[in-house]
């Protein structure tokens, strides 16, 4: 087994040893001794990565547009992150995404890394900091207060893209069952009580277009992230950066990624603001809450399967007990509810961590970044499997559901326009303590004749608005 070999490299606090071979240096090797927090990397992120690479990439563009940066630095830095946003390097950037600071450890581990890189580029060894420094070049004109939030909001706006197609995904497998059960008619419920008769397939569609409207709430409030704070350097008043650089970059930024984003109008106030990260995890909660209550619907609408509804059956995935013979349970509905949770616990989270901000900064970004990280991640990856491992498969029990319509009492409600509430009221309460059909008890009564009776009861005149049978 071979030795690891290292090279010193120094900071404020002094020397320090770094893996030779690494492209980090020695503000990330100290990020790695001081952050074993929450054992999420920024490499578990891809997107993260890509992102800041991005950021990286404009800030350096424009500082050689500008005349601040020399060109062949310039250039080696915006290779060193075109490689980055292919792929490459990713486990270069091992930082926790929990951390203190602000996101500073964040921010240099990007600097190092590229810096590494781009010396590499130009014929240099790494660590050879005087022909590309982290800090004098990849960093030119930046701070981590505008570089940093840059990086994860343009991260929510890439992974937004990514969730909204998964969701797109699933209200369309929802339509796809809605069409499949069309014709299926069953009982509507309230208050877990029959109601009136509807069909699966209005059921199905509901749930579709009860999610498409997070679609569109969704994208109104990933449109807030746009607003990026580059060229406000530490707190907003644009020192260090020159004229120019802020509305460059941002230009810049835009391109290379193609997604338009705005420089905020004032940069002080949009330095220490979180209140587009608050909106957009509004939105995934918002998203996360409709999500639990379809899944309970379908972990309901699937008991039994002799002593509950009954109505349709879930794709069995995995035995249901170690004990049980021949149990099988909602495993898939199951963890899409707990994921839910975990959205609406981050939520929690974020709503905290963006009150505790003080004057011109909020400290708290990291654990903002990495809730909403892990929300988007674990909704995106919980969609996806409800979709493919349940919803494409369930299937649904026809004369079952048809056989509970025929025996609700609930389908007296059809007969309010007939005979009023009244006696529909007293037909209800005979057929609960009896046992006995509405059906029977009508005719019994001679409230209505049997022809019409058959018609006000005829299930497809129970499923819409329609003329009143004379």
Request: aromatic letters at 6%; charged letters at 20%; one cysteine or more.
């Amino acid at each position: 087994m071979s030795e690891i070999k290292y090279r010193v490299e120094s900071d404020l606090l002094g020397e320090l040893q770094v893996p030779a071979d690494a492209y980090y240096g020695v503000q990330t090797q100290r990020a790695l001794n001081n952050y074993k927090i929450s054992n999420t990397r920024m490499c578990d992120y891809p997107e993260y990565v890509v992102s800041i690479a991005y950021v990286k990439m404009a800030a350096a563009a424009a500082n050689a547009e500008l005349g601040v940066l020399d060109k062949n630095i310039a250039d080696a830095i915006i290779k060193a992150c075109e490689e980055i946003v292919a792929g490459k390097f990713h486990d270069q950037f091992p930082v926790d995404m929990m951390q203190g600071g602000a996101g500073t450890s964040v921010n240099m581990n990007a600097n190092e890394v590229i810096a590494n890189r781009a010396l590499e580029i130009m014929g240099h060894k790494k660590g050879e900091y005087q022909f590309c420094s982290p800090n004098d070049h990849v960093n030119c004109a930046q701070s981590t207060n505008d570089a940093y939030p840059t990086a994860f909001r343009y991260t929510f706006v890439r992974m937004n893209k990514i969730l909204v197609k998964s969701l797109t995904d699933l209200i369309n497998a929802f339509r796809a069952k809605g069409e499949e059960f069309k014709d299926i008619i069953k009982m509507g419920r309230t208050q877990l009580q029959d109601a009136v008769p509807m069909t699966s397939g209005q059921e199905f569609i509901a749930f579709a277009d009860n999610l498409e409207e997070e679609i569109a709430n969704l994208e109104r409030n990933v449109v807030l992230l746009k607003e990026i704070n580059m060229g406000g350097t530490a707190i907003g008043t644009g020192l260090n950066a020159v004229p120019g650089f802020a509305e460059l970059c941002t230009k810049k930024m835009s391109e290379f990624s193609g997604d338009t984003l705005i420089k905020a109008s004032d940069l002080v106030e949009a330095t220490p603001d979180t209140g587009a990260y608050v909106s957009y995890s509004a939105a995934l909660k918002r998203l996360a809450v409709k999500l639990s209550k379809i899944c309970n619907d379908l972990r309901l609408l699937a008991s039994g399967p002799r002593c509950g509804l009954h109505e349709i059956n879930l794709p069995p995935m995995a035995p249901g007990s170690s004990i049980m013979p021949g149990k099988v349970n909602p495993v898939i509905p199951e963890v899409t509810n707990q994921v839910c949770f975990k959205v609406i616990g981050n939520d929690f989270t974020v709503t905290m961590a963006a009150e505790a901000g003080q004057l011109q900064l909020n400290v708290m970004e990291p654990v903002i970044a990495e809730s909403i990280l892990e929300s988007i991640t674990w909704l995106n990856n919980a969609i996806n499997t409800l979709r493919e491992k349940c919803i494409v498969g369930i299937t649904v029990n026809k004369e079952h559901c048809y056989s509970m319509v025929k025996n609700s009492i609930g389908i007296v409600t059809a007969l309010n326009p007939y005979i009023g509430y009244k006696a529909s009221t007293k037909v209800a309460k005979e057929a609960l303590e009896t046992g006995g059909s509405v059906y029977d008890i009508v005719l019994e009564k001679g409230l209505m004749t049997k022809e019409k009776l058959d018609e006000a009861l005829d299930p497809s005149m129970m499923l819409g608005a329609h003329e009143l049978f004379k």
